[in-house]
């Protein structure tokens, strides 16, 4: 969830992901246009890295309601004239082509950056060499494309539209800081500063502080962004985002009654698990609890003995080498492991060239969160590192991102498995830290079907402002944390994302249990399950996470079935 370079998320996906602050965690980032965001909300020990990029998604994103001047400005989009000129096959390789050459760049570009090899992040001019990809006419011409590959023409074209206003932002969110006792922090550093704060007083100041430049030194350039988008997708012939994204085929309404069937099944569990760890490492309960309190209890200081930063590597290769991967033979995956200034403290996977050149960047600081972030992106790594080359650009590159973000949760959640800390890490309480990791999965996971049930309603507000309160009110009744209104802007992710974290974390409850099933507790030491983890990985992004499950276990991908891995992590 927040921004690196790149790992894949969406439709151009390379991803980044970078950590940052309280969000999932990885910085996806995805560039159709320019995008990259990023959702991350582990702990955040660390220090973010200078991320310019990573609001470009968010803002990108912001989407687009509609607005009835737009669309009397902008008359429906005539949908008959796609069967009569449906692009041919040449101009869809021609696109594809330059789609892929387009990605490739700008992800070398956040590579370079994100690693400290250069310290300007130029994106500028990659977007002026392929400026076709971001024109108005691309994205109605490939209406009658793959669905992949109109939505990413879609998405460029929207977030070319707002790429000043994403590095304004970028900009801004750089020149901030906050004066407080003690010195001076920088804007992005604050939740990171939150993370590592142990008086209370203090995070509260930090907090305040933090939400004020927000309203008034980012929110006014979000909203604008937020309008231009509202005007344009209206252009593409849709009456706002969410409805446009349903034309893509995003099940954003049955998605939407799972999340809601979720809050209500795991409220109390949330109200009294989510108090338990409160009190536990914070000596607060839940209903005294504040959101700037999150990034703390997420931190978990006193695990930093049991995740130390030198065996994180060797505790991924040997994981690897048990499933029949060897890391450091692999051609196609660069391990970037110099120290170096610049370089993004958070491990990121940026797959430059699918599978040809995949960045797995590693800075190791040690941590739960940091262990977390690297297999994480392991996961992105060894999926790219393993997507057979002769499939189209779309399956490589653009895709169902559940897919591969699955495949990062599965081995990001090896992390609290209990079976493989037995194995791989000499921890005491592995029960402990297994019902720590459920209490931190059913905390996002609430967050994200909040989330999720605001965007909806957000990209179909004829006034975005007026979203304000909602915002507050959906995220309040979820977490039990009174949420922070200033947030209704930042907080979104574009594209409709979070149906991607959503439904990874689903995929990997079901394929956890399956691999459990066919291989035993430890599936993730048998060479067996390896064999069949690269069959599927060999696919990339072509099935959906819906299709993919389908196929290997005959089941319905359901987000129930993460309320059923958190309950057994807590009775662990
Ligand atoms: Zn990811």
Same mark, same amino acid.
């Given at each position: ?116 090899? !250069? ?211 692999? !051609? ?99 029960? !402990? ?140």
């Amino acid at each position: 969830m927040h921004e690196a370079p790149v790992v894949a998320d969406d439709p151009l996906e390379g991803a980044l992901e970078v950590g940052d602050e309280d969000r999932v965690d990885l910085l996806v980032d995805r560039h159709s246009g320019g995008r990259v965001r990023h959702v991350d909300e582990h702990g955040g020990s660390l220090p973010a890295p200078d991320r310019p990029a990573h609001r470009f998604g968010d803002v990108d994103e912001l989407g687009v309601a509609r607005g009835r001047e737009a669309e009397l400005l902008h008359p429906a989009y005539p949908t008959d004239r796609v069967a009569s000129e449906a692009p041919t096959s040449r101009e869809l390789d021609d696109f594809r082509q330059q789609a892929d050459r387009f990605i490739a760049a700008v992800d070398e570009e956040y590579y370079l950056h994100f690693a400290g090899h !250069k310290p300007t992040l130029e994106l500028e001019a990659i977007y002026a060499d392929f400026e076709e990809l971001t024109r108005v006419e691309t994205a109605r011409r490939l209406e009658g494309a793959p669905t992949e590959l109109w939505r990413f023409a879609c998405e460029s074209y929207l977030g070319g539209l707002t790429r000043s206003h994403q590095e304004r932002l970028a900009q801004v969110e750089t020149e901030l800081e906050v004066t407080i006792a003690g010195g001076q922090i920088p804007y992005r550093m604050l939740r990171v500063a939150l993370a590592n704060e142990p008086d209370r007083a203090r995070r509260e100041r930090l907090e305040l502080a933090r939400l004020e430049l927000l309203d008034e030194r980012l929110n006014p350039l979000y909203m604008e962004a937020a309008l231009i988008d509202r005007e344009a997708v209206a252009s593409l012939g849709a009456p706002n985002y969410y409805e446009l994204y349903k034309r893509f085929g995003f099940g954003l309404d049955e998605l939407a009654s799972q999340c809601t069937a979720l809050l209500d099944e795991t409220e109390s569990l949330w109200v009294k698990a989510g108090d338990r760890l409160f009190r536990e490492r914070l000596g607060i309960g839940l209903a005294d609890a504040r959101p700037f309190d999150v990034p703390r209890l997420l931190r978990a200081p006193e695990l930093d003995v049991s995740y130390r930063p030198e065996q994180m590597l060797p505790a991924l290769e040997a994981t690897l080498t048990d499933l029949g991967i060897d890391l450091r033979s692999q !051609k196609n995956v660069h391990l970037d492991l110099e120290q170096r200034p610049g370089k993004s403290p958070r491990a990121f996977c940026a797959a430059i060239e699918v599978p040809a050149k995949v960045m797995l960047v590693i800075q190791p600081i040690g941590g739960h969160d940091d262990w977390e972030a690297l297999f994480h992106e392991a996961g992105h790594t060894e999926h790219f590192a393993h997507t057979s080359e002769d499939l189209p650009m779309e399956a490589k590159r653009l895709g169902d991102m559940a897919v591969t973000e699955g495949w990062a949760m599965l081995m990001q959640h090896l992390v609290d498995e209990p079976a493989w800390l037995t194995r791989r890490l000499d921890v005491p309480q592995v029960a !402990k830290i297994a019902n720590a990791g459920a209490v931190s999965l059913l905390y996002f996971v609430r967050r994200y079907s909040a989330k999720l049930l605001y965007e909806i309603e957000f990209f179909q507000s004829d006034d975005p402002a007026s979203m304000r309160p909602r915002y507050a009110e959906l995220l309040t009744e979820a977490l039990k944390l009174p949420a922070n209104p200033e947030s209704y802007l930042d907080d979104i992710d574009g594209s409709f994302y979070v149906t991607g974290y959503l439904r990874s974390w689903a995929f990997e409850a079901q394929l956890r249990d399956f691999l459990r099933g066919e291989f035993g507790n430890d599936w993730f030491a048998r060479r067996s399950a390896g064999d069949l983890l690269r069959e599927l990985w060999s696919l990339g992004q072509q099935p959906t996470a819906e299709a993919l499950l389908a196929d290997v276990t005959g089941a319905r991908l359901e987000l129930a079935s993460v309320g059923d891995r958190i309950r057994e992590g807590l009775a662990a």
